[in-house]
């Protein structure tokens, strides 16, 4: 599932033939950088690929003053098949990506466990700090989210407290853990 292909047929099928920096001014006025895994820089390509495939197709070339020529392309009919398929696919496929401290914590140097808590707690850290740059965006791109926008954002941040609720059990299940690792070096060692 690819999300800027996602956005951009999408933008071509709801608001019609647009230009490239027409279509970068959507996705800046939209904020999708905040909410999605869609770069803005990266939209220019992303058109000539789907160009190429037939998704979208040049409606013509167009100059306004003294800016320079720019291709207008519109949503073809394969195009919106294709976006038939990736907005089912985006509702239907879940993605939880594997994080590389869970298999770190599995592979714990036994020499080292009492740098643990201080590791968790750098993380617990780092997510809070997450956190709080995501309530930022979302104050400051509020006025500008549709109804169901703000609660990609809200999930957003609710996914990264539920990770520090988890982190923080973590925390508190060290002692535990030293003793299970501990454990395992001496039977290891004979």
């Not at 956005?7 to 904020?31: K, N, S, T, Y």
């Not at 298999?103 to 740098?115: E, K, Q």
């Amino acid at each position: 599932m690819s999300p800027i292909r996602l956005f951009i047929l999408g933008a071509f099928d709801e608001r019609g033939p647009m230009h490239g920096h027409q279509l970068r001014l959507l996705a800046e006025e939209e904020r999708i950088h905040l909410w999605a895994d869609v770069s803005v820089g990266a939209l220019y390509g992303a058109i000539k690929r789907l160009a190429n495939e037939g998704l979208i197709h040049e409606l013509r070339v167009e100059r306004e003053g003294s800016y320079p020529e720019r291709q207008v392309f519109d949503i073809t009919a394969e195009g919106r098949a294709a976006l038939t398929v990736l907005r089912e696919e985006g509702l239907r496929r879940l993605v939880l990506k594997n994080d590389p401290f869970d298999l770190a914590v599995t592979r714990l140097d036994r020499d080292r466990l009492d740098r643990l808590p201080a590791a968790i707690q750098a993380r617990i850290d780092g997510l809070a700090e997450n956190l709080a740059e995501q309530q930022r965006r979302m104050a400051s791109a509020l006025p500008y989210l549709t109804v169901v926008e703000v609660w990609v954002m809200e999930h957003r941040a609710d996914r990264i407290r539920a990770e520090i609720d988890s982190h923080e059990r973590l925390l508190a299940m060290i002692p535990e853990i030293v003793a299970d690792e501990l454990t395992r070096k001496v039977h290891h060692d004979d």
